[in-house]
Nanobody, 128 residues
Framework: QVQLVESGGGQVQPGGSLRLSCATS????????IGWFRRALGKEREGLSC????????EHADSIKGRFTTSRDQNKHTAFLQMNNLNSDDTATYFC?????????????????????WGQGIQVTVSS
């Protein structure tokens, strides 16, 4: 059974950093991509990044380029989202998902065929 579990969220002051983790299980060794998404209160879901777990190549949305970095530990089947210089606009529930794919110069939302393609979400609150 496919599972994605986020961790590392919490409350942080403006300008601070957090590192989210997405631990996966039940997926093939590396033949999938992991995307990071977020949903702020009253706003639509926003795609942040996507990483190919085999190659380690990642693309990021323009809104977070330069502040957020996506990486992975292939052996641990875990993806990471390093978030720096956080501000109040980054307050949201963050999700990881297999529903993404890299395209030339970016990434797109693409529904994967895995039965459980989303994590449960984790709250990030940026507040002083």
């Amino acid at each position: 059974q496919v599972q994605l579990v986020e961790s590392g969220g919490g409350q942080v002051q403006p300008g601070g950093s957090l590192r989210l983790s997405c631990a996966t299980s039940g997926l093939p060794s590396d033949g999938y991509s992991i995307g990071w998404f977020r949903r702020a209160l009253g706003k639509e879901r926003e795609g942040l990044s996507c990483i190919n777990m085999r190659e380690g190549l990642a693309e990021h949305a323009d809104s977070i380029k330069g502040r957020f970095t996506t990486s992975r530990d292939q052996n641990k089947h875990t993806a990471f989202l390093q978030m720096n210089n956080l501000n109040s606009d980054d307050t949201a529930t963050y999700f990881c998902s297999t529903n993404c794919n890299l395209i030339t110069g970016g990434f797109r939302y693409e529904v994967s065929h895995w039965s459980h393609s989303w994590g449960q979400g984790i709250q990030v609150t940026v507040s002083s």
